[in-house]
């Protein structure tokens, strides 16, 4: 996928003061708070995923180590609190839970965040978002020998289209009428529509599509538009929320790492 599909969101965002009272305070105003040296004191930023969500995150069967793009973002984090970085496996499902709970000290793992939606408003409820780090494109895909066709989500009706549990891509999909197969994760969600004998198409992140469409015979039948994602920490811990934001615009500057890793991981 072209740099240029992952757009910058947080350009976006603050050109047009999308969600300015939620971000200015942390973003110019270092918070008072004690995770930040805790952190320090353990030696390791604890950072939550799900690593089935090629290419933001995945399992590298060679090394044995957790790769992809939410990883590197993730270690700038932990740079420059000056710690390690440890990524912690989990369930998509149980990533917000285990953040709340303290398990973890932030999620990244291609958490997408729409304030205007019910899930966005959900999910900051329960956690704070940082500022979008990346905006890409959701796309129905099928095999590419198959010959269903569709203009919108709901053409979708009495298809066989699935999505992974919990995911933006499931709320439109109810939104928009249609009764979805849910996975646990992305890859149960690709091994059944590459199989053959599953699903007939299935809703997800553009990335995850053209990781797959490396290896398989895949083709984008819909793009339904752009969704921005965050990072994520607890309400209570503001500090590292202010971190995470500075990350995030330091490393957006001309010449800051975050186009080094878009052209690694999206080109």
């Known amino acids: 996928m072209k740099r240029e599909i992952a757009v910058v969101a947080m350009v976006v965002c603050l050109a047009g003061g999308f969600l300015a009272g939620w971000f200015i305070p942390p973003l110019f105003a270092p918070p008072s708070g004690e995770l930040i040296s805790k952190i320090k004191s353990r030696g390791e930023l604890r950072v939550g995923t799900s690593t089935d969500y090629e290419p933001f995150e995945f399992d590298n069967i060679t090394s044995g180590e957790i790769e992809g793009f939410d990883v590197d973002v993730s270690r700038l984090i932990a740079d420059e609190i000056g710690v390690d970085l440890l990524m912690v496996n989990m369930d998509f499902e149980a990533l917000i839970s285990a953040c709340v709970a303290g398990t973890i000290d932030m999620i990244a793992a291609a958490l997408t965040y729409d304030p205007t939606t019910e899930l966005g408003q959900q999910r900051a409820k329960q956690l ?5 780090y990346i905006t890409v ?23 066989d289209v699935g999505c992974q549990t919990g995911s933006t891509m499931q709320a439109d999909l109810i939104a928009a009428g249609v009764n979805p197969t849910t996975f646990p994760s992305a890859l149960a969600l690709m091994l059944d529509l590459v199989s053959g004998l599953g699903i007939e198409a299935a809703y997800l992140d553009e990335p995850v599509f053209t990781a797959w469409n490396d290896t398989y015979d895949l083709k984008i039948i819909l793009r339904t538009g752009t969704e921005p994602m965050s990072l994520w920490c607890r309400h209570e811990d503001p500090d590292l929320l202010y971190v995470i934001n500075t990350v995030i615009l330091t490393e957006y500057e001309p010449n800051g790492t975050m186009y080094e890793l878009l052209d690694k991981w999206f080109v």
């Open 128 to 132: 704070a978002p940082s500022i979008p």
């Open 137 to 159: 494109a959701q796309v129905v895909i099928t095999l590419g020998s198959s010959s269903l066709n569709i203009n919108n989500l709901s053409d979708l009706v009495g298809e």
